[in-house]
């Protein structure tokens, strides 16, 4: 590069000051700043840079199957639901501690666009976070274990800060299933934050993990210990959009 600030920039991988250093070094003389004006622009701009590249390498691996936040969420559709419980989610003070929270409701009333928008602002706010279906947790770890990677892929599910599981219920899961989701639950347990979305009421969880009611009951054990729940009443959103068209 033959100029030695901008070797020095390039070698320290300082990306942002190095692309703007020049504009910023003519702005201050243009302005007449002060030294440590012009050093507390530069370091500014490459904190604020780096922020973003890590918010958007969160995201990509949060792997969020849409984009939602909570400001577009439809807050008049459903029959009942308690708005300020889930603002507060959005605080984030239940991941600090380490809690989980389970969204229950029937198909279709924005149970997945609550927890896809709290999984995205985790992100902006500096938790790594996991988006999946309780199915394909299954089937990942199934694999793994033929494959005999287990613990790598277990890996995946129990590092992440907050770990949202969508659908639990919504397919049947057999014996191995229910207790490979065990395991990744019973990880987490005080560890991390897990939220669950479901068709299906506590009282039903059984039917959900092989008609066992011994397992659901130790599910439930860790789940609800540092638990918020928050219950969707209504008719579905996607009936709504039938029968607004006709």
């Known amino acids: 590069m033959n100029d030695p600030l901008k070797d020095g920039l390039h070698q320290l991988k300082l990306g942002w000051m190095l692309e703007n250093c020049d504009h910023e070094i003519a702005e201050a003389a243009r302005k007449n700043r ?10 500014a701009g490459e904190a604020e840079a780096r922020k973003s590249r890590a918010v958007e390498r969160r995201l990509r691996a949060a792997r969020l199957p849409m984009v939602r936040t909570i400001q577009d969420f439809d807050w008049d559709w ?8 889930v603002r507060h989610l959005f605080t984030f003070d ?3 501690q380490k809690s989980n929270v389970v969204i229950i409701g029937t198909v279709g009333l924005g149970k997945t666009h609550i927890a896809a928008a709290l999984a995205r602002e985790a992100c902006e706010r500096g938790f790594h976070a996991l988006f999946t279906q309780a199915v394909d947790i299954v089937n990942e770890l199934a694999e793994a274990q033929a494959r005999a990677d287990f613990q790598k892929a277990m890996r995946r599910y129990t590092k992440p800060d907050l770990l949202v599981i969508d659908e639990l219920g919504y397919l049947p899961v057999d014996r191995v299933g229910a207790e490979l989701l065990f395991q990744v639950l019973g990880k987490r347990y ?14 039903d969880w059984a039917l959900t993990f092989a008609n066992d009611a011994t397992l659901a009951s130790a599910v439930l054990d860790r789940v609800m210990h540092h638990c918020e729940t928050v219950v969707v009443e209504g008719q579905s959103y996607r009936m709504k959009d039938r029968i607004d068209k006709n």
Request: net charge positive; charged share 30%.
């Open 190 to 203: 005080e560890r991390a934050s897990t939220v669950i979305t479901t068709n299906r009421p506590y009282k």
């Open 94 to 96: 239940f991941a600090r």
């Open 78 to 85: 459903p029959k009942a639901i308690n708005r300020d419980q």
């Open 34 to 43: 002060p030294h440590h004006e012009l050093l507390r622009r530069l370091v």
